[in-house]
């Protein structure tokens, strides 16, 4: 993981590794160790394992932070307690058949083969699917309208995200036209949500682990994903089907949030950006003009009114830049524009190596400004 999502080793890895931390001191060996196994440290080695298990973190689709997310997370655990259930019994019959004492009749063995090798598994098998079907039509139902309606268009290798009026929450902050960004998603908590997806180049995947299942986003197509979110906290999305060179960097945050902080977001979202203030901003914007950038890239409020790149309006306040790749501080958006293709392999971005050290400094200036 790079960022956007929790900085460092996952919650797993944490874990992992103070077990072994601990496994590895001295005293812990030996009979003394057991003897020194108090209640808290049972209490700790379990929740360590129910970690590792689990594995919570921003992107486990083990630790749901939304309706759908928790009835497929459910299903997971009943196939996982319906395969050892099938595994003890297999075992089982194994040990008794290499150390049965005596040999049983024919007839017998007849219907071990007619229950244990045929009815049974058909049964169980027939349950899952029939629980695994029976969610579907209630994940692919459009949601109720007045919903929260978000298209999102996958790029090679980015998010193109924009809020869709129409709905209770949009129609507060603005009647008119979508209110675009990239590769950051925020959410009402608790608020039935719709995302409308598609894609001008090739096949691209939609996932939030810990909000909902896997979508394919098909040129030509438009895909739907229906979610609720239930828990604040920020997750990490990302690009599921393979889709090129740089498709490990098209990552994406989802911020879940309180409905009154989520209005104030989307509030300024839809605001277009303010004049540069201060002069070293200011010789940032000409660069910006001068190079060309305007082009691929909308500045909303100034004459950049690019769509082939995402759009600026508010690149500043995003949790990353270049959909989870960089961290959003004032040295990456300098070398973002300088390398460009040596970060991200295959981007539809040139690389503005030309440019001197104090215009690249004015220009992430200029961008970090754009709040
Ligand atoms: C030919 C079109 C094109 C031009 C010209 C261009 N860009 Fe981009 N830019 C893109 C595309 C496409 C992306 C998305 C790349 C990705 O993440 O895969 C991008 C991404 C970015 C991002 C990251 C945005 C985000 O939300 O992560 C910034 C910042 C940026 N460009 C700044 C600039 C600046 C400054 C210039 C001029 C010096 C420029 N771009 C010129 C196409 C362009
Ligand atoms: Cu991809």
Partial sequence: MTSGGSGGP?????AAASVRNR????SHWGVDARAEMTKPRQAWLLSAAGWLLGCSGPQSALDPAGREAEELALIFWWMTAGCLVIWVASMGLALYAAFAARS???AFAKRLIIYGGAA???IGLTVLLAYGLALLPEFLAPA?????????TAEQYWWRVRYLPGSEVTDRVARRGPIELANEIRLPIGQEVEFLLDTPDVIHAFWIPSLAGKVDVIPGRQTRLRLLPTRA????GACAEYCGASHAWMAFSVVVQERAEFDAWLAAQARPALEPAEPAAQEGWRVFTANGCGACHAVRGSSADGVVGPDLTHVGGRLSLGAGLLPNQLVDFG???AETDALKPGVHMPAFGMLTAPELRALATYLESLE
């Fill in 10 to 14: 996952s919650a797993c890895c944490r």
């Fill in 23 to 26: 496994a590895a001191r001295p």
């Fill in 104 to 106: 049983r009749s024919m």
């Fill in 120 to 122: 049974i598994p058909t």
């Fill in 144 to 152: 109720r309208p007045g919903s929260l309606r978000i298209a999102v």
């Fill in 233 to 236: 906290g920020t997750y990490r």
């Fill in 335 to 337: 070398r973002w524009v």
